[in-house]
């Protein structure tokens, strides 16, 4: 399974992508940023973040997108910035059909380093250990976008198999119930055609 992890930013969007399965090891396809200016006009920052995360699925081409969920903080006009940001990759991915999960810092931390109130050095350490790289990735948006696919490999892989046994499981229940149906028409029609010839 491939995943591309969105850490999002208006400033710094952090992308990154690894490929692997819950309980073997996990191997980096790419890892990186992309960066908009502070004194760019809001709609060219959102319209370079989209440029860059469209580039990206065309040269990663991921089976799922995980992007950070964005939650209340202090500062309303950041995590306005980190939402819209967000509100794109979730928009890119939607748009070729890919399945978009959505987590939040404390369940990403709690994944890659066991405790939910993890620092961006603790993630950043066990990104590096946990993809076997020579140094750590940087910027932290970088190694944040590693952590959410890392944790959507381990944790969402298995939620998506569960999604789609439940999904085939329901287009087999209307398969069979559209299957009853034509044999019930059948047998109505059939019964109808009896009576018209014991009618004749």
Same mark, same amino acid.
């Given at each position: 399974m491939r995943v591309m992890g969105v850490d999002p930013g208006l400033t710094r969007c952090g992308l990154g992508a690894v490929e692997g399965r819950p309980g073997a090891p996990l191997s980096l396809v790419a890892v990186g940023v992309? +960066?908009?200016?502070? =004194?760019?006009? $809001?709609?060219?920052?959102?319209?370079?973040?989209? /440029?860059?995360?469209e580039q990206w699925l065309d040269?990663? +081409?991921? =089976?799922?997108?995980?992007?950070? +969920?964005?939650?209340?903080?202090?500062?309303? +006009?950041?995590? %306005?910035?980190?939402?819209?940001?967000? #509100?794109?990759a979730v928009l890119c991915a939607a748009r070729r059909g890919l399945p978009v999960a959505l987590h939040t810092p404390s369940e990403v931390k709690a994944?890659?380093?066991?405790? #939910?109130?993890? @620092?961006?050095?603790?993630?950043?350490? %066990?990104?590096?250990? $946990?993809?076997r790289l020579s140094? %750590?990735?940087?910027?932290? @948006?970088? /190694? @944040? /976008? $590693?952590?959410?696919?890392i944790c959507h490999v381990w944790r969402g892989g298995a939620q998506h198999r569960l999604a789609e046994a439940m999904a085939k499981a329901k287009t087999? =229940?209307?398969l069979a119930e559209a299957v009853a149906k034509a044999k019930t028409q059948g047998r109505a029609a059939s019964a109808r055609t009896t009576r018209k010839d014991v009618a004749l």
């Open positions: 992309v +960066r908009t200016g502070a =004194d760019e006009e $809001l709609g060219a920052r959102l319209v370079g973040i989209e /440029a860059g995360i040269d990663v +081409r991921p =089976d799922a997108v995980a992007v950070e +969920r964005v939650f209340s903080q202090h500062n309303v +006009r950041t995590v %306005m910035g980190t939402a819209q940001a967000a #509100g794109i994944a890659i380093t066991g405790s #939910g109130t993890a @620092d961006k050095k603790q993630i950043g350490t %066990m990104v590096t250990r $946990l993809l140094e %750590m990735p940087k910027p932290a @948006d970088a /190694a @944040d /976008a $590693l952590a959410l696919a087999q =229940d209307r």
